[in-house]
């Protein structure tokens, strides 16, 4: 009987045994997978602290056709070409074309390009029943030009005064030798009335508009007008300073040099202001390549190399209708 009772107790201690060994086994278990479960995410959160962000910018790409002004287009071009080698605008095209003054305007005004390069403002362009059309037009103002007149340098003269210039350019005068010059027929190389370097010319030197006279030659590009005059004998035409070299003579006005100090200090007054218009405010490519135009890299550099004047160095303003006020 106590053997027996003995066995049975051997039985119950070993099965109690057992079941406490397997829970044991669990728990252990269960313990082993929370601590990789812990591990796994610990891993997750711990990057590296110096690791750069991603880079969700994206780059401004699309087209820009600017029509217009031969006097700004040197400047347009060179800046252009500077623009387009920006890693940040490398996705940006922009094409520069001449044309005139009153063709960029009127492009610029229908929507055909996306900006119209003038050397006047849109209100002497567009008046009475075309008035609505400047008003959608926004002036982008990114410099000064001086203009001078320029003649073959064999023609033996140093100056004009205003009314010797609008007796050549009105046909009174026809030799250069009524003006202590060489005994040589004149030669009026012109511009086209689309031009604002002739509108200019006519409203700052001449004070008054002129006929295209029988004889007179019409160019529309400034660099041919300038070939002109250096290659024809009698020669007078008109340039932007921007377009001089030693091939063609400068002609004072009325005893005044034709340079960038008198023309800031309002000595010379032969001069306009270049603008870049847009229909309405521009689009955000159009406006980065304004903003480029009016950068120190630009206002600093390419401006004064080329002969321009940044507009911020003017000690004077002058108004769409002649008006000059000192700053």
């Known amino acids: 009987m106590k053997k027996g009772m003995l066995l049975i107790m051997t039985i119950v201690l070993g099965l109690t045994l057992a079941a406490c060994g397997a829970k044991n086994s669990t728990s252990g ?9 812990t591990n796994t ?45 920006l890693p940040e605008y490398s996705k940006i095209t922009v094409l520069v074309q001449g044309g005139g003054s009153g063709t960029g305007l009127t492009q610029v005004a229908e929507g055909q390009s996306d900006i119209g390069n003038s050397d006047i403002f849109a209100q002497e362009k567009f008046k009475d029943d075309e008035a609505s059309k400047a008003e959608d037009l926004v002036d982008h103002q990114v410099g000064v030009v001086a203009m001078a ?24 005068a026809t030799n250069w030798s009524e003006f202590g010059g060489a005994d040589q027929k004149i030669t009026i190389i012109n511009r086209p009335a689309s031009s604002g370097t002739r509108k200019t010319f006519e409203t700052y030197a001449l004070s008054t508009s002129t006929e295209d006279l029988p004889g007179s ?5 400034s660099g041919t007008v300038r070939k002109l005059v250096a290659e024809t004998p009698g020669a007078i035409g008109y340039l932007a300073l921007s377009y001089l070299d030693d091939s063609i003579k400068v002609v004072k006005y009325e005893g005044v040099e034709a340079n960038e100090e008198n023309v800031v200090n309002g000595t010379y007054p032969i001069w306009a202001y270049q603008h870049m218009y847009t229909k309405g405010e521009p689009s955000e490519v159009v406006k980065a390549f304004l ?11 390419d401006v004064v190399e080329l002969g321009y004047i940044p507009a911020s160095k003017m000690q004077i303003t002058r108004d769409v209708n002649g008006q000059v006020t000192n700053k």
């Open 29 to 37: 278990t269960n313990d082993a997978t929370t601590g990789a479960g």
């Open 41 to 85: 995410n610990a891993a997750t959160d711990n990057k590296p602290a110096n690791e750069p962000p991603a880079d969700n910018t994206k780059a401004l790409e699309g087209s820009i056709l600017a029509v217009g002004s031969s006097a700004l287009q040197p400047l347009v071009e060179q800046a252009s070409v500077k623009f387009m080698d």
């Open 149 to 172: 007149a320029v003649v073959n340098p064999a023609i033996g003269v140093e100056d004009l005064t205003k009314q010797q210039l609008v007796d050549i350019f009105t046909g009174k």
């Open 217 to 221: 030659i019409q160019e529309e590009s």
């Open 291 to 301: 903003d480029f135009m009016l950068s120190d890299e630009v206002q600093n550099n």
